[in-house]
């Protein structure tokens, strides 16, 4: 049992007086106890839910047995559980009678009484309330109560004195009276009275030594108290144990989808706080009575103790009351607050305060009509403000001096945004990233289109950027994502792109494996798209423009599975900080040219290299970067550079590559890959011999037998993984001898399976 002690030190004297009120809350005259039930025990009001007898309580614990046989008293109410014997009960307090715990001695020092007090209220819906205080009266004494069943606590109290003059009438603060809290929430308390001297020194003013429990509000300590051998009758008779009551083991939550629910109309349910799960009910604001017994509460009829002014009339109303000026008077009517008074201007006053009354909605509507309209000239001032700001005027000023820009770069207006993208609502969101936000975008005309919100911009570079805005809207390439426009009265720019509807390539190669139109014809396709589309844009007059970025990622694809380059100089057009350049390094390494990581300095050579990473991507359908343990397979590069220089190109292609494409094709190809992904930038070829390579391979592959051939392998095997090795097999293109390495392979595992071809 984890235990604290509270010890309070004292010495001196005693006496007590007590307080006797009983408050009754529950007001005679309503419904107290259920019908046919007594409704006292003796002069004790019994509220339902206690009643005297099962049939009259809502459960045994709240039976009361009303005791008449002592002839001379009044009967007396139990609790017929556990007989306890109840003081008073009130609409959230059951109040018992004490039991007190006494401690006596002779003048020799020996004890001639000693008594142990357990109340034990486990099982019952009772637990001690935290208005009670222990208790100890004495000058040679102390006791200490275990609390049990509920939480585990443990308290004490000394009372200490040397002579009654050590002691404060009315104070109980450790001379003679010394006073402790309990928690809430418990229900057995164990503790009796102890003396440390049996009251050897202090036997001639105070042979005994008195602990119980009580309401404080009831006991007031007095000097005399320690030297009344009729103390302990008058506690029991003036200070009772205060319990909490609640009803059942559900808290109002539970308690109001069960059919026993207690609280009836008018009424609220209050969660009990003892820590065992029941409620109590409470009638509402305005209402009385008890709120246990069906109808409910009923209206208090608060016009019969008038709340009004003498000069007003009260009205009543469920759960309240209104008071309103007799004919002549005005003012609230109610009696504290500003009453009524004579109305001596009569009619004129009418006429005035109807003329300030609109005087007042004058203003008001004018007030606000200024407020709405200062709004809105805030906001056309702020987007004007970020249109200078983001470089609009510069932009403007270009385009008029340039008639053919004019033709293909728009600038969005904000609100034209807005509704585009429905106030940039999440369902439009195509994609986040470093660089920003990427929003499905409907214009008026029903155009579909991407718009990019970009991360903050640095206010030096919008002459850069506005420059190439103007550059990459006379872009206009097929296989290019187009830029429409942009839109500078936002806090960041705003670029708009044509919209692509499927998705992007890295997508399809890893995600979407399989799809029918994924065929090597249509990857050459692709590849041949893409790399001409990027030719396009390092050739492009005036500065060539170099992507930067170039990955599976960024070429879309649109219905027709045509290639779309995406976010073409996106890392000139939009500046990156220092955070964004880790992001997008971090978000492509895979791609990233070494030469240009590691020198910075940028070329279009840089583009080469991630195309050949592209390319290897669609010919492996293996990610640019994995993670496998060995450093080599890491990254798709240089796993496919090594591949190639260790003859096992063939092992590494996707089956489908190698079922579909002549295997001079995937050499070509592989060879391709291998002097784009070359160290020195200068090695690799550019761009447009890439995409003429590729171009001529396309024809190639247009072949007639080269057709056929691919016809044939897929009839005859098709349906199985290992014939997919069988084919290269067979090739035709085998018998160039150039790869019998390659099938001399034939037991790794990869690609050919031990059971392969015999
Ligand atoms: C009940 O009656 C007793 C004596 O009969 C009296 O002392 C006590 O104050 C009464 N209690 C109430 C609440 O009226
Ligand atoms: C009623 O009170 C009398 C005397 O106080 C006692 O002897 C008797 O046992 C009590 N009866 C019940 C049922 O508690
Ligand atoms: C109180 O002590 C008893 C006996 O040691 C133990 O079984 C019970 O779990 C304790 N209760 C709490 C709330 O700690
Ligand atoms: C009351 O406390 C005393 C002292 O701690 C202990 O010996 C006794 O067993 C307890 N009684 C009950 C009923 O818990
Ligand atoms: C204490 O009370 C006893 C008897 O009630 C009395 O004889 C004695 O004189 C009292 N002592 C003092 C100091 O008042
Ligand atoms: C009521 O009791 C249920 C079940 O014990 C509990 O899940 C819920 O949180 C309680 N609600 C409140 C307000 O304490
Ligand atoms: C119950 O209602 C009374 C009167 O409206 C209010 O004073 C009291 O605080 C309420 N009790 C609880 C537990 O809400």
């Known amino acids: 049992m984890s235990a604290f002690f509270h010890l309070f030190f004292f010495s001196l004297v005693i006496p007590l007086t007590l307080a006797t009120t009983s408050t009754k809350l529950i007001s005679q005259g309503t419904t107290i106890s259920k019908p046919n039930c007594q409704n006292k025990c003796g002069n004790i009001t019994i509220p339902y839910p206690f009643g005297i007898g099962t049939d009259c309580s809502i459960d045994p614990w709240f039976s009361i047995n009303c005791n008449t046989t002592s002839l001379n008293n009044s009967p007396k109410p139990f609790i017929s559980q556990n007989n306890l014997e109840i003081f008073d009960i009130t609409d959230d307090k059951l109040l018992i009678r004490n039991t007190i715990s006494a401690g006596c001695y002779d003048a020799l020092g020996n004890r001639i009484r000693r008594d142990r007090v357990i109340i034990n209220l486990a099982t019952s819906p009772f637990t001690f309330s935290d208005s009670n205080k222990f208790n100890v009266v004495g000058c ?17 109290c000394f009372a200490l004195c040397s002579s009654t003059d050590d002691l404060i009438e009315g104070e109980c603060s450790g001379l003679g009276c010394c006073q402790t809290d309990i928690p809430k929430g418990i229900k057995k308390l164990n503790f009796s009275i102890s003396s440390l001297d049996a009251h050897i020194n202090v036997f001639s003013f105070n042979p005994c030594g008195y602990a119980f429990l009580g309401d404080p509000n009831r006991l007031r300590f007095s000097v005399s108290d320690v030297n009344d051998s009729s103390y302990e009758e008058k506690i029991i008779q ?15 939550s539970e308690a109001t989808k069960s059919n026993d629910f207690a609280c009836f109309g008018n009424s609220v349910c209050v969660d009990s706080e003892t820590g065992f799960g029941g409620y109590r009910c409470n009638c509402s604001k305005g209402y009385e009575g008890n709120p246990y017994l069906s109808p409910g509460c009923t209206d208090i009829n608060e016009c019969v103790n008038n709340p009004c002014d003498e000069h007003g009339i009260c009205t009543n109303s469920p759960g309240s009351f209104h008071c309103s000026c007799k004919k002549g008077y005005r003012g609230d009517g109610i009696k504290d607050g500003r009453g009524c008074t004579a109305d001596n201007s009569g009619f004129p006053v009418i006429k005035f305060s109807l003329g300030v009354s609109f005087g007042f909605l004058a203003i008001i509507i004018a007030v606000t009509v200024i407020y709405f309209s200062t709004q809105k000239w805030k906001l056309m001032k702020l987007r004007e403000k970020f249109f200078q700001l983001n470089g609009g005027l510069l932009l403007k000023q270009q385009l008029s001096s340039n008639e053919s820009s004019m033709k293909s770069t728009k600038i969005f207006t904000a609100e034209e945004l807005e509704k585009a993208t429905n106030n940039y609502a999440d369902d439009r969101i195509l994609g986040r990233g470093g660089y920003g936000v990427v929003y499905k975008g409907i214009l ?34 097929r296989n290019v994502v187009n830029l429409l426009g942009c839109c500078l009265e936002t806090e960041v720019p705003m670029l708009v792109y044509e919209y692509i509807s499927n998705g992007t390539l890295y997508h399809h190669i890893h995600n979407n494996g399989g799809m029918p139109w994924f065929s090597w014809d249509n990857r050459l396709r692709i590849a041949t798209e893409a790399a001409g589309a990027l030719a396009y844009l390092h050739s492009a007059a005036g500065m060539p423009i170099i992507h930067r970025d170039v990955k599976s990622p960024n070429i879309l694809l649109d219905e027709y599975y045509t290639a779309k380059i995406a976010d073409f100089g996106a890392s000139r057009l939009v500046p990156i900080d220092q955070t964004q350049v880790s992001t997008l390094v971090q978000g492509t390494l895979g791609y990233l040219d070494p030469e240009y990581f590691q020198t910075s300095q940028l070329t279009e050579k840089s583009d080469v290299y991630s195309f050949g990473v592209v390319l290897a991507e669609l010919m492996t359908c293996r990610k640019p970067l994995t993670n496998t343990k060995s450093d080599e397979d890491k990254s798709l590069a240089t796993f496919f550079v090594v591949a190639l220089k260790e003859n096992r190109l063939f092992q590494i292609m996707d089956p489908r590559v190698l079922r579909e494409g002549s295997l001079e094709q995937i050499r070509i190809v592989g060879e391709l890959v291998k002097r784009c992904l070359k160290l020195q930038g200068e090695e690799r070829p550019t761009m447009k011999e890439a995409a003429m390579e590729l171009e001529s391979l396309r024809k190639l592959s247009k072949h007639p037998w080269a057709g056929q051939e691919v016809e044939e392998e897929e009839i005859g095997l098709m349906s199985e993984q290992t014939s997919d090795l069988y084919s290269v097999g067979v090739s035709p293109d085998l018998s160039t001898g150039e790869y019998t390495g390659e099938r001399s392979l034939g037991s790794t595992p990869l690609i050919y399976p031990v059971h392969g071809p015999r």
């Not at 009551?245 to 559900?250: A, M, S």
């Open 444 to 477: 008026y005309d029903k155009k579909l289109v991407a718009i990019k919100k970009s991360r903050v911009m640095d206010q030096t570079q919008i002459e850069q950027f506005i420059n190439e805005v103007i550059i990459l809207t006379q872009v206009n390439h």
């Open 140 to 156: 040679d004494d102390l006791a200490i109560t275990i609390g049990s069943e509920g939480s585990n606590f443990s308290t004490g």
């Open 238 to 252: 003036n200070v009772p144990v205060v319990l909490d009551w609640e009803i059942g083991i559900r808290n109002c």
